[in-house]
Structure formats: C-alpha cells, structure tokens
C-alpha cells in the first residue's frame, strides 16, 4: 500500500498535469477546429473586469465564431456574457461601467445590443439596414457612434424592357465609375459611403449625422461634453486618387457641421481626445510616397493648433492609441523585432515599455496582431502569445503580469508542438543583421538529419515573429525544420530597413533569405540536398524569385503569387496603390522595370518541381498570376501542378478547411521529393 501511494506521489510531483510525455501527440489537422483565442478583450473602467470576444471555430459549418466572455481581473468568475448562441462581437462598457454595449450578428443583419451588469439583462436596441462599426460611447453615457454603410444608386440606371411574367433571364449587370469597386474577402462593393450615426443609449432611431459623398471611418472619439464627434477621412475633392490622405475634423451631433482641423500631406488618423478636453492625439505620417512610412503618434491642442509629435525617437509604427485617464500621456503598441510590445509616452515624450507578446491572433502564420484595453486606474487588459499557445487574456498591474485564461489547455497540454529558436545571421550583400525563427520538428534528435522548410512572409512589408502558428507547427509534426525570416523590407526593424524594397522588390531580400538558408547549413541544422521552399502572397513572389535565380531546392510551393507586375498592377482590387510607392510610374511608363521585377521574367530559368497555389475568389493576386506561372511552367515541361481553391479569396485560410487544405497539399507534394 505504502509502495502504490509513493508511486501515485512521483507522479503527481514528476508529471507535469499528471500528463505523460508518452501520452502526449503532435499537433495535426483537425486540432486547428479546437484551437481558441482571445481577441478585444475590453477592461472596466474600474478595472475589476473584462469582456471580451472568445473565438474557435465551428468544424460543422467550417468558419470561425464569436462570444462574448466575462472575467474579473484577478480570474474569478469567467462566464459567458449572454445565453444566445449567436455572433457578438464589439464590446463597449459605459463611462460609468454599468452596461456593455455590444454587436451581435445573424443571418438577419447586425444589430446593437445593451448589457446590464447589475441584473445581466439584455436587450435590442437598433433596427439598422447595415452593419454597424465603430461603436462607441459618448462620455455622458446617452449616446453611441458608430459609423454604417448609406447606399447610392448605380450610376447608369438603363431601362430595360419588361421581362415576360415567369421568365428567367439573366442577372442585372454591375455598373461602376469607381476608382475602389472591389475588396478582396467582400467581392464588389455596393455603391455608398460610411457615414456617422448616433443612437439613444436607451434604444430608438438611428441619426446620420455626416453627408456628403465621402468616407466617414475609422476609430471615433467624443468630446467631453458629449456634443462633438472627431473623426478621421478624407473630404478632399480628389479623395479618390489621393487616397493615401485622411484628416482629422470634427462634427457638431446637433448641427452636423464639419471643421477640419489637420492638413498635412498623408494620412491623419485614430483621433482620440482627452480625458480633460485640451488635446486631440492621432497617428499619421508625411506622405514621401515610399514602400514603408513609419506611424508616429502626434497631440495637438482641441481647435487643431500646436501639433507636436511625441514618438519622434521611435522609429516603429505606432497603433492602437489610448488617453491616460489624467491626460497627461497615451498608451499605444508597436512591433519591435518580431515581437508586439504595448508602452506609455507623457507628452514631453518621454516612451516607457510596459509589456511584450502583444498579439496570437492571427492563427494561421505568425503575424502580428492582437489588442489591448487601459482601465481608469491604469491597469491594462491584452491578447498575450508566444510561439506555444495563440492569444491569452493577460492583466498587467504596475510591475505584475498575470494570464488569467487558458483556452487552449484541454488541447495544447497534450500536444508536443515544434520548439521556436530565434536567429541572427549577417547578410552576404551589405553586412547587415538579419533576424529569423527556427522551429524544429516535435522531439527533435540533434544526431538526425530533417529536411528544411523555408517559409517566406507576406506584405512584404510585414514580419513573423515569435508567435503561435498553426500552420508552421503542422509543418513541423510533418518532420521537417521549418525557417522563418524577415527579410529586408519587413517592419518592425525601422522605416529605412522596411523601405528598402522601393524600386527593388524583389532585390537583397533575396540574398536575405538565401544567407539564412546558408547560416543554418553551416550550424548542421539543414543539408544542401533537403532544401524545400514555400509562402504565400509577398511569401510567393519571393518562393518564385528564388526558383528563378537558383535550383537548389528539391521542390517549392509558390501559394497566391504575384508573378506579372504589369498584370497584377491593373487587375488586383488595390491596382491603383502601386505607382509611385512601389515603382516609378504606372505600367505602360515604365514597362521595362516593372517587368524586371517580375518573377515571371525568370521562368525560363526555373527547374526546381512547383506547386502553385490560388484561392478562386481572390481578388489581390488574382488567379491569372498563378495561372501565368503554372502555363509558362507547363509549356517548358518542369514538373508542376496547379492548385485552385475553391470559395477563397486571398486569405485562404479563413476557413479552418481550407488552411488544412493548403497545408495538407503542401505536405504532399514535398513528400514526392523528399529523399531518404
């Protein structure tokens, strides 16, 4: 008896949850439908709790879904906020905390719903012909903003003949005379503009109060008086080619009169007022129309005059700005390196950093993203991840940083995933230090040799980091070393790093992948003749250049590839963004170099076997890129197979289906090539 309890004791003590390495699996397809995630999470402004969206997915109806969750800071009482099992999304507490106003969606349409803390009661309090966006309260707790889709006739409206009762004919033709008539993920846009409504707290009808033919979006802001709206748009005559420009104005709820109060050159955005009523902080930069242009946080007093920039020592992007509660600063996010850091700068701009691992909400690859809330005491509600679990709700208090969910533990705890290790290696062109991830396969024996998976990122101006991806740990459970680099061109390594790529993409960030290829050969972690290569969107453009300046891998998959420059330029649904930012000019002005830069240009040198990848429906790299890559591919006779998805638009892995898919087929056409 003593023997069996001493056993039961070693094991309580030895075994981490009493879970055996033994009865632990690798991460495989369908546990991408058990994953969850926190998102938006929303502090009180007590700070004693937290809403916030708990997202998973639905593996019958194969697409994500959203409920609003309730918890108080120190982890006790986590519960569901309501009882319908329905879309909610957008929780917003009052000034005073004793409601949430939130949005919650059917098949029927969006609509706003209210929340009572006290009683837990619910109820509808709009009958909106669109969805709504932007919700937010006024300081008095009477009102909402939000801003919502107000429809314009087509502009040809031809008269047709009457149809004979009964007869089938075909569909009304689409008519437009937009610069923007499409979005990738939204297909075409219905003919309108987003303006500004406001709602009684206590329910009612809704009131427009913008007009005019333009775009009324983005984060909203009240003044303290609860009398004015400060928003950012752009209201300039041109406002269709000129649409890298936005400027922050206010309006009058009663009158609906318009001030502007900035006019710089480029975008002035995410107006936030303060708490005291005497600034108005934004994000923006000076238009110098180049490939990247660094976000700084700028203040300016309420009538628009003495504009400062505060983060003038901070060459990063600043998003996700939010007001101390005694206006004396603004807590915001950035990326640095890879990796999503939430800090304060006082408005003499003093920046403090306050906590890392901001983001795990972007499951399929590991970009950033995530969220975060500030309550009136200053303690701070965030998604927090790291390579081993997507988003987790984290409190942060003074100097203590607490997870209090973990969503994922009835998963991840028996599951072995791919240790992430982080890289800097020397690029071979100018000597600068370039940063990567390795992630090796489940119980990895350093005295084995594994195949390399080189997985390129998309933007390009973007970055991996150092966070949780589903896709990437299935690469790994399939057996191979998976590398992740950001390149030159990605963010979050300042504004002259990202910018780079101008007139040169692709260019060095070639060499940048390739000296990463290199370095882990020189450490034994790779082999020369186990080199496989994939990515997707700006990850394809870069998997199809590489194929073309060299044949050292055994197989590639170039997913939702760019391949023509000139094609994709006047295709894509951004066509219109390219000239000028990207390369000089528009395609027919300068031809010669927008071909050079396109990976269709060296098709004649590719030998390596390629798979290529496209969603049906998407509409940035539009299927013709692939298919042009594929036919040329084809017609030279080099092994390659064509993979259309379909239902999908550029994020191919929107559906949980569809990122097995993706991954699934990649799998399979290395395992062809992958040599014993």
Same mark, same amino acid.
């Given at each position: 008896m003593q023997k069996i309890a001493f056993i039961i004791l070693f094991l309580y003590i030895f075994i981490p949850n009493g879970i055996s390495q033994n009865t632990k699996s690798n991460f495989s397809y369908l546990?991408?439908?058990?994953?969850?995630?926190?998102?938006?999470?929303?502090?009180?402004?007590?700070?004693?709790?937290?809403?916030?969206?708990?997202?998973?997915?639905?593996?019958?109806?194969?697409?994500?879904?959203?409920?609003?969750?309730?918890?108080?800071?120190?982890?006790?009482?986590?519960?569901?906020?309501?009882? /319908?099992?329905?879309?909610?999304?957008?929780?917003?507490?009052?000034?005073?905390?004793? /409601?949430?106003?939130?949005?919650s969606s059917t098949i029927e349409g969006s609509e706003i719903y209210m929340y009572w803390v006290k009683t837990g009661k619910i109820a509808k309090i709009s009958q909106l012909p669109f969805s709504p966006g932007s919700l937010t309260w006024s300081p008095n707790g009477l009102q909402l903003a939000f801003s919502m889709h107000v429809p314009e006739k087509p502009p040809v409206a031809a008269k047709l003949p009457a149809k004979p009762k009964g007869a089938k004919w075909a569909e009304t033709p689409r008519i437009t005379n937009r610069l923007k008539h499409e979005a990738d993920g939204k297909g075409y846009l219905d003919p309108g503009f987003q303006h500004i409504f406001v709602i009684s707290a206590d329910g009612?009808?809704? /009131?427009? #109060?913008?007009?005019?033919?333009?775009?009324?979006?983005?984060?909203?802001?009240?003044?303290?008086?609860?009398?004015?709206?400060?928003?950012?748009?752009?209201?300039?005559?041109?406002?269709?080619?000129?649409? /890298?420009?936005?400027?922050?104005?206010?309006?009058?709820?009663?009158?609906?009169? #318009?001030?502007?109060?900035?006019?710089?050159?480029?975008?002035?955005?995410?107006?936030?007022?303060?708490?005291?009523?005497?600034?108005?902080?934004?994000?923006?930069?000076?238009?110098?129309?180049?490939?990247?242009?660094?976000?700084?946080l700028s203040i300016m007093h309420i009538d628009g005059s003495s504009k400062k920039v505060l983060t003038t020592t901070l060459d990063r992007n600043v998003s996700n700005i939010i007001w101390d509660d005694k206006s004396e600063g603004l807590y915001f996010s950035y990326d640095d390196k890879g990796n999503t850091k939430i800090a304060h700068v006082n408005l003499t701009g003093i920046i403090k950093k306050l906590a890392d691992n901001l983001g795990g909400t972007s499951i399929g690859r590991p970009y950033a993203g995530g969220s975060f809330s500030v309550s009136n005491n200053g303690t701070i509600a965030y998604t927090y991840s790291t390579p081993e679990f997507p988003a987790e709700l984290a409190i942060k208090k003074a100097k203590s940083l607490q997870t209090i969910t973990n969503l994922n533990a009835d998963l991840l705890n028996y599951r072995t995933l791919g240790e992430v290790e982080e890289i800097w290696y020397k690029s071979s062109f100018d000597q600068r230090d370039i940063q990567g991830w390795i992630v090796y396969p489940p119980n990895y024996n350093a005295s084995k040799k594994y195949p390399l998976l080189v997985e390129n990122h998309g933007g390009p101006i973007l970055n991996y980091g150092d966070r949780f991806s589903a896709e990437i740990q299935l690469f790994a459970a399939a057996g191979y070393i998976v590398f992740y680099p950001n390149p030159r061109g990605s963010t979050s390594y300042g504004e002259e790093f990202a910018n780079l790529l101008l007139n040169n993409y692709p260019g060095e960030d070639y060499n940048d992948v390739m000296d990463g290829v290199d370095a882990l050969i020189k450490k034994g972690i790779a082999h020369e003749e186990q080199l496989f290569v994939t990515g997707g969107s700006a990850g394809g453009i870069m998997t199809a250049w590489i194929i073309g300046k060299n044949n050292r891998f055994e197989a590639a998959a170039v997913i939702k590839p760019v391949v023509n420059w000139i094609s994709k330029t006047l295709v894509a649904d951004n066509y219109f963004v390219y000239a000028n930012s990207r390369y000089p000019g528009q395609p027919w002005e300068?031809?010669?170099?927008?071909?050079?830069?396109?990976?269709?240009?060296?098709?004649?040198?590719?030998?390596?076997?390629?798979?290529?990848?496209?969603?049906?429906?998407?509409l940035r790299t539009p299927p013709s890129e692939a298919k042009q890559l594929y036919h040329a591919l084809k017609l030279r006779k080099i092994e390659s197979v064509l993979v259309e998805i379909p239902g999908a638009g550029h994020g191919i892995a929107a559906r949980p289906s569809n990122l097995i898919t993706k991954v699934a087929n990649i799998l399979a056409w290395f395992e062809k090539y992958k040599k014993e």
């Open positions: 546990d991408v439908f058990d994953l969850e995630y926190v998102s938006n999470p929303q502090i009180s402004p007590n700070g004693e709790w937290v809403v916030y969206q708990r997202m998973g997915f639905d593996i019958m109806k194969d697409k994500k879904r959203s409920n609003l969750w309730m918890v108080r800071t120190n982890g006790t009482d986590h519960q569901k906020l309501t009882s /319908r099992e329905v879309s909610e999304s957008s929780a917003s507490w009052s000034p005073s905390g004793n /409601r949430i106003a939130f949005v009612g009808a809704a /009131r427009q #109060i913008t007009k005019d033919n333009f775009h009324h979006r983005g984060s909203l802001s009240w003044s303290p008086k609860s009398d004015k709206i400060y928003f950012s748009a752009n209201r300039n005559e041109d406002w269709e080619y000129d649409f /890298r420009n936005s400027e922050v104005y206010s309006v009058e709820i009663n009158s609906g009169k #318009i001030i502007q109060l900035t006019t710089a050159k480029g975008p002035d955005q995410s107006p936030k007022v303060s708490p005291n009523g005497k600034y108005i902080a934004y994000s923006g930069f000076e238009d110098k129309k180049q490939a990247h242009q660094t976000h700084q300068n031809f010669e170099n927008y071909w050079k830069f396109s990976p269709l240009s060296l098709v004649g040198n590719v030998e390596t076997p390629t798979m290529v990848m496209v969603g049906m429906d998407d």
